[in-house]
């Protein structure tokens, strides 16, 4: 196992967050085994100011978990039909979290015992990595931690290269669309 990512990896900028877990193991324990796949894609949403962020309406049911403690898990559904995840960021207090918006490289074990087998399933979009990996909102607020099932671990693997690009699909935040907030890896 390596080293799993914790509360003070998660207790800064959102930004730097975002880039930083790009080529991280994101590992997903269900039933019937453990999947994990390296992160590939982000995008960071930051506060209240942020017109893209669902927090810039203040706090909400939905969106308590964003003003909580850092590495906490936030999913929500989008469209009637998708589930998002996000890592909440930043000191409680500050909402901010980070859309997981793609993975590379998925893998499935049956157990903690066995090894890693590649999978060849859709991972490369957030709708298509949380059908793939049964992530519900039964998992909203709980603490990444393998006791939860879900858990961010350091991979060794560097990305060939990070890609610095404006956030998708929010053109109703006016100015803050434009903002070079989302991430993506190109490993070789």
Same mark, same amino acid.
């Given at each position: 196992?390596?080293?799993?990512?914790?509360?003070?990896?998660?207790?800064?900028?959102?930004?730097?967050?975002?880039?930083?877990?790009?080529?991280?193991?994101?590992?997903?324990?269900?039933?019937?085994?453990?999947?994990?796949?390296?992160?590939?894609?982000?995008?960071?949403?930051?506060?209240?100011?942020?017109?893209?962020?669902?927090?810039?309406?203040?706090?909400?049911?939905?969106?308590?978990?964003?003003?909580? *403690?850092? /590495?906490?898990?936030?999913?929500? %559904? !989008?469209? &009637?039909? #998708?589930?998002?995840?996000?890592?909440?960021?930043? *000191?409680? /207090?500050?909402?901010?979290?980070? %859309? !997981?918006? &793609?993975? #590379?490289?998925?893998?499935?074990?049956?157990?903690?015992?066995?090894?890693?087998?590649?999978?060849? %399933?859709?991972?490369?979009?957030?709708?298509?990595?949380?059908?793939?990996?049964?992530?519900?909102?039964?998992?909203?607020?709980?603490?990444?931690?393998?006791?939860?099932?879900?858990?961010?671990?350091?991979?060794?693997?560097?990305?060939?290269?990070?890609?610095?690009?404006?956030?998708?699909?929010?053109?109703?935040?006016?100015?803050?669309?434009?903002?070079?907030?989302?991430?993506?890896?190109?490993?070789?």
């Amino acid at each position: 196992m390596n080293a799993m990512l914790n509360r003070d990896f998660f207790e800064r900028d959102t930004r730097i967050v975002a880039k930083e877990l790009i080529g991280k193991w994101l590992y997903r324990k269900t039933p019937t085994g453990i999947y994990r796949a390296l992160i590939a894609e982000t995008e960071a949403y930051h506060g209240q100011d942020d017109l893209g962020c669902h927090c810039s309406k203040g706090v909400t049911p939905r969106t308590k978990v964003m003003f909580g *403690p850092p /590495g906490h898990i936030y999913v929500y %559904l !989008i469209y &009637g039909m #998708y589930e998002m995840l996000n890592f909440v960021t930043m *000191p409680e /207090g500050f909402p901010a979290a980070v %859309l !997981i918006r &793609g993975l #590379y490289r998925l893998e499935f074990s049956t157990s903690e015992k066995s090894s890693f087998q590649p999978l060849h %399933l859709k991972t490369d979009g957030p709708g298509k990595l949380t059908r793939t990996l049964k992530i519900t909102r039964n998992l909203n607020s709980k603490k990444l931690h393998p006791e939860t099932g879900i858990w961010i671990e350091n991979a060794g693997i560097e990305p060939g290269k990070i890609i610095t690009t404006p956030r998708i699909g929010i053109d109703y935040a006016k100015e803050w669309k434009h903002k070079p907030w989302r991430y993506v890896a190109e490993f070789s």
